[in-house]
């Protein structure tokens, strides 16, 4: 017996394909992707567009709406208040920075921040702190947590595979970043963040880098029950 309803999946998943389409889509090539007739689609993304959840532009193209930015700031404070005990955990368990961050547009910015008890020089990293996605170990990480894209660098490819991202210098001379993705559908397509520490050049990576794809997966399995 089926446990889903149908037309809020379809609606569901077409806001995630409307999300992996930054340029824009058309209701026809939704509906190719939904593989529903494209009366069906048109019902959806008319009901979509009333939640404010999808616009349409003067030329026909669907592109997220501003409902979007609106749930996901009701969602980052929940986010917050799970995520703060793991971050505390993993800041000990690296004594490095550790931090949760999300995508605001074309930035990446720090929402939380948990600093080690003791250990390496800290790095200044701090809440409201922002960069674009293209720079450092967090963006790439939310970056390598999308879909393929034909534009993505070698940098999001690689942390794609290794479901992580380590940098060196990128954003303050002598930091190490490592960041892992969030990825559960909980967070799309409103919310995209990862979970990381930053350090300087005495950071054990390789430790950092098992802790922090394991408290990436733990954090993702508390926001998706």
């Known amino acids: 017996m089926a446990t889903t309803l149908q037309t809020l999946d379809r609606g569901l998943r077409a806001l995630e394909i409307v999300a992996e389409h930054a340029e824009?889509?058309?209701v026809a090539e939704l509906a190719e992707r939904l593989d529903v007739h494209r009366a069906i689609a048109y019902r959806l993304?008319?009901?979509?567009e009333q939640h404010g959840l999808v616009a349409r532009s003067t030329e026909g193209s669907l592109r997220l709406g501003a409902g979007i930015s609106l749930l996901a700031a009701r969602f980052e404070p929940q986010l917050r208040a799970v995520a703060q005990p793991l971050l505390q955990a993993l800041a000990k368990a690296t004594r490095a920075?550790?931090?949760v961050s999300v995508a605001q547009g074309e930035e990446?910015?720090?929402?939380?921040v948990a600093e080690p008890d003791e250990g390496l020089l800290?790095?200044?990293?701090?809440?409201?702190?922002r960069h674009p996605l293209t720079l450092g170990a967090a963006g790439i990480a939310i970056l390598a947590g999308r879909p393929p894209q034909p534009n993505d660098s070698e940098a999001v490819r690689q942390a794609r595979v290794d479901g992580y991202s380590l940098t060196r210098g990128q954003l303050q001379r002598g930091a190490v970043g490592v960041a892992s993705p969030v990825t559960t559908p909980q967070l799309r397509p409103g919310v995209e963040a990862c979970v990381g520490v930053v350090a300087m050049d005495d950071l054990d990576t390789e430790r950092a880098i098992r802790e922090v794809k394991a408290y990436a997966r733990r954090l993702a399995d508390l926001v998706g029950r």
């Not at 800290?122 to 702190?129: A, C, L, M, P, T």
């Open 24 to 26: 824009g889509i058309s």
């Open 108 to 112: 990446c910015v720090v929402i939380l």
């Open 122 to 129: 800290r790095v200044g990293y701090r809440v409201g702190s």
């Open 97 to 99: 920075t550790a931090f």
């Open 45 to 48: 993304v008319t009901t979509l």
